[in-house]
């Protein structure tokens, strides 16, 4: 028993230092071992791990700090004011925490604040930013309009609204941005009526919420890029049935006699007593299978050159099982009873057909899609 409350106080006691920050503080997380302390300070104001913590880790954290700084500073960093931003917020967090904890004030009464620095620290990152931005922006290319349109984002999120940059944003945006136009060809049958277009504007919604527009991948019909005046798109994906059938009717006709043996209560409790069931059980089953081929090609439309060119098979069979019977319902199982309920109906429209058939192609189709794509985004 004595090992046993050992091991529990023992528990406690490490449970408290590491939630006090005191483990943080060892490793040289300072903040950390700071924020971790004033929360556990407010839910116990008497904890003095906790207290000895901010006692001991606040002093080295502006002190580290500020050793950063200087040496940030003193570089050649390309954003070393942003990264100098950063810490300053670092402080400023940790002096909030601590001016919001009763306790914690006690122990530091004038936590380090920046402002006047802040403010400077500001200007000077959101310029950095956008010099870069500006330089990778004349490059030209796409990856550096990429580059470019992170860089002026930055700076609009360190100074909302810094100089030209929110048009900027949408140069390089549109550099940065490969566009590209779904063709969907109308299904062309001499046999069958049918409209691809529950599938193409599937596909479409598919692309569209995986790729919205704020990404580096943004999708056309071709009527939208007749109408935002889109000429030269980077890829068109083109998709085509072909070869879509539907085959010949199977009817096949089962028919089988069925026996059941079920026990009765009878007032003789003496006797097991049994009943015998007879039934005579026809099935009729048809089966009608379709299949045909998508074809994709992905084109870059600059070069003038495929870049895939996938079929992707497809088939559906339709089956349609009904029955009837005559004798003893009593013999017939749940299932095939409920197959009596059924009647005969007709062979599905080639329309329906068509659909189904598409589900599964569906699947593989946004999964290549995706795959292409996911290469520019």
């Known amino acids: 028993m004595k090992n046993l409350a050992y091991l529990f106080l023992l528990s406690v006691w490490l449970f408290a230092s590491c939630s006090s920050g005191k483990k943080a503080l060892q490793k040289g997380e300072y903040f950390s071992a700071v924020s971790k302390a004033v929360k556990r300070l407010n839910n116990n104001p008497g904890n003095k791990n906790a207290k000895e913590v901010i006692r001991e880790s606040y002093p080295l954290a502006i002190q580290w700090s500020q050793e950063e700084i200087d040496m940030m500073l003193s570089g050649a960093d390309e954003f070393k004011w942003d990264k100098t931003l950063g810490l300053m917020q670092k ?12 306790v914690a004030r006690q122990i530091i009464p004038e936590p380090k604040t920046y402002t006047s620095e802040m403010e400077v620290a500001k200007q000077n990152a959101a310029e950095e930013r956008y010099k ?11 990856e550096s309009g990429r580059m470019a349109f992170r860089n002026f984002r930055r700076a609009n999120e360190i100074l909302p609204g810094y100089k030209d940059v929110a048009p900027k944003m949408v140069e390089s945006k549109n550099l940065a941005t490969i566009k590209v136009v779904l063709e969907a060809i109308p299904v062309h049958t001499a ?15 598919f692309l569209n919420n995986k790729y919205p527009e704020r990404s580096f991948v943004n999708i056309y019909s071709p009527q939208e890029a007749e109408r935002v005046g889109l000429e030269y798109p980077d890829f068109i994906v083109r998709l085509q049935f072909y070869d879509f059938v539907v085959g010949k009717t199977d009817h096949y006709e089962k028919e089988e006699l069925l026996t059941k043996r079920v026990e009765v209560e009878t007032r003789d409790t003496t006797k097991t007593t049994y009943k015998n069931y007879k039934a005579k059980l026809k099935t009729f089953t048809d089966k009608v299978a379709s299949g045909g081929v998508l074809d994709m090609q992905v084109i870059d439309f600059n070069a003038d050159k495929v870049m895939v060119n996938d079929r992707i098979p497809g088939e559906f069979v339709w089956i349609y ?6 004798g003893d319902k009593e013999a017939l199982t749940k299932e095939q009873f409920e197959l009596t309920k059924r009647k005969a109906v007709p062979l599905p ?9 598409t589900k599964p ?5 946004t999964g290549r899609l995706r795959r292409f794509l996911n290469k520019y985004d």
């Open 361 to 365: 192609i569906y699947d593989q189709l």
């Open 132 to 142: 870069a931005g500006n330089r990778q922006l004349a490059e030209n290319t796409l």
């Open 191 to 205: 046999t069958y009526k049918l409209s691809s277009e529950l599938f193409y504007q599937q596909v479409f919604e």
């Open 321 to 326: 099982d009904h029955a009837i019977y005559v």
């Open 349 to 357: 429209p080639a329309q329906d057909l068509f659909i189904e058939f």
């Open 91 to 102: 402080v400023n967090i940790a002096a909030r925490e601590i001016r919001q904890s009763p």
